[in-house]
């Protein structure tokens, strides 16, 4: 029992003087917390509150699941825009270009209109550059460099590893074209010792180096087929060689290769070039027909002077290959170095 007083300031306080004692067990305190049968509540709450509370929990969940299917469907929703307007911009974009003409050619196109040459067999290792350096008595350093060359002769030697199985090539001459649809077949058998069969003569230490000229579609080369145009510039061993064809073959575009300073010049010794000095004109214009192959030059080294790096330049011949010489942005012609231990 409480009891309240005032004291002589008139300010109230209250005391506790009588206080019922009680005398319940642990477990009995437990059951009557779980249910008190005097106040009918069940975990301190009537079957009222209990009701309430319930529903007060049923109405914040439907609240909180139309929140999160709101959230979700919003992102679904967006997200399946931006997909579908992605596609449509993608069907649009595929719709311009073609697998087998570029949208943009020639002078409209990055690569421009002056091919320039490319070489084999290249190094596998970024470092090396444009280096072939090989020791010429250890086997493991020649097949290393003739297996590059075998990799990359493959599609001419085996047809089957070509798109149409090589059935798109046909024969070709300088008094025979390709006809409608069809390409060039580029031979191997003219390459002399320039073959697989010889190792392209690397344990001879006189090495095979085979260059092509680049690819540019629906390029078409301007030749020097009139002996009155030749350029000053041009090497004198080539000139004659002109002279002497027949007119028919001066549809050809032209290679010359040689040391790049007067040292790699006195270094280099003697060149021979396979099948001929030129890649013939019937293999141009390139429009990415079905089989087709670059056609190929092989340099052979007869006598490259052994433990010496030798600077080499190949240069092609049209009146619109145009060359310039240049460590950043070299035109018309391809370096490489050769060096033989």
């Not at 929990?57 to 997200?79: E, H, K, P, Q, T």
């Not at 059935?167 to 002399?192: F, I, R, T």
């Not at 089989?291 to 240069?315: G, M, Q, W």
């Amino acid at each position: 029992m409480v009891k309240h007083n005032t004291d002589t300031n008139g300010i109230g306080y209250e005391w506790e003087y009588a206080k019922v004692k009680d005398d319940r067990t642990i477990w009995q305190k437990i059951i009557m917390g779980i249910y008190n049968p005097s106040s009918h509540e069940f975990l301190g709450r009537s079957a009222k509150s209990w009701g309430e509370y319930i529903i007060i929990m049923r109405i914040s969940l439907m609240l909180r699941n139309i929140v999160i299917g709101g959230i979700l469907l919003f992102y679904a929703v967006f997200y399946s825009s931006l997909a579908c307007m992605f596609g449509i911009c993608m069907k649009v974009l595929l719709s311009t270009l073609n697998d087998h003409t570029p949208h943009f050619t020639l002078t409209n196109s990055i690569i421009g209109t002056n091919p320039g040459l490319g070489f084999r067999p290249m190094s596998p290792n970024v470092e090396d550059g444009s280096l072939i350096y090989y020791a010429a008595d250890n086997a493991t350093n020649v097949e290393a460099w003739t297996n590059e060359l075998d990799k990359f002769l493959a599609v001419y030697k085996n047809k089957t590893l070509l798109p149409d199985k090589g059935n798109n090539q046909q024969k070709c001459g300088y008094n025979m074209p390709p006809q409608k649809d069809k390409v060039c077949e580029v031979s191997l058998a003219n390459m002399g010792p320039c073959s697989s069969e010889y190792k392209y003569q690397y344990p001879k230490a006189q090495p095979c180096v085979f260059i092509k000229l680049n690819k540019i579609f629906d390029w078409e080369p301007e030749f020097y087929n009139n002996k009155t145009d030749i350029p000053a510039d041009m090497p004198q061993e080539l000139k004659d060689k002109i002279a002497q064809r027949m007119k028919h073959e001066l549809f050809t575009i032209w290679v010359t290769c040689d040391g790049e300073a007067p040292a790699d010049k006195d270094n280099i010794g003697p060149l021979k070039l396979y099948p001929q000095d030129g890649f013939p004109g019937y293999y141009y214009p390139y429009r990415n027909k079905r089989d087709y192959l670059s056609p190929l030059i092989a340099i052979h080294f007869l006598n490259p002077k052994r433990h010496t790096l030798i600077n080499v330049e190949c240069r092609a011949w049209a009146k619109n290959i145009f060359y310039k010489r240049s460590l950043q942005n070299r035109e018309g012609s391809v370096h490489f170095e050769l060096m033989i231990d």
